[in-house]
């Protein structure tokens, strides 16, 4: 594995976890932000993903974050779904 997490939260498709490491510290949260890394468990988490990515980096994200899950009636989304 890249060394680029090393030290850092993360999370990984179910399985993964064991080919990481003790050099991460590894979460089973859906969505896990730590600075300026996102990851995720997988293509079951990429409505999470895609928003958290929205909320970091749009200037008022967490706003537009909001909007698009009214928009299209995603209701699943918790706010513990994300964990920084």
């Given at each position: 594995?890249?060394?680029v997490f090393h030290g850092r939260r993360v999370?990984?498709?179910?399985g993964f976890e064991d080919k990481?490491?003790?050099q991460y510290k590894y979460s089973e949260d859906r969505v896990v932000v730590d600075g300026n890394f996102v990851t995720s468990r997988g293509p079951g988490t990429c409505f999470e993903f895609a928003l958290t990515i929205i909320?970091?980096?749009?200037?008022d994200g967490e706003k537009q974050r909001q909007h698009i899950i009214g928009s299209v009636g995603y209701a699943l989304i918790?706010?513990?779904?994300?964990s920084y």
């Open positions: 594995s890249a060394k999370t990984s498709y179910p990481l490491g003790a909320a970091i980096l749009c200037d918790l706010p513990s779904a994300v």
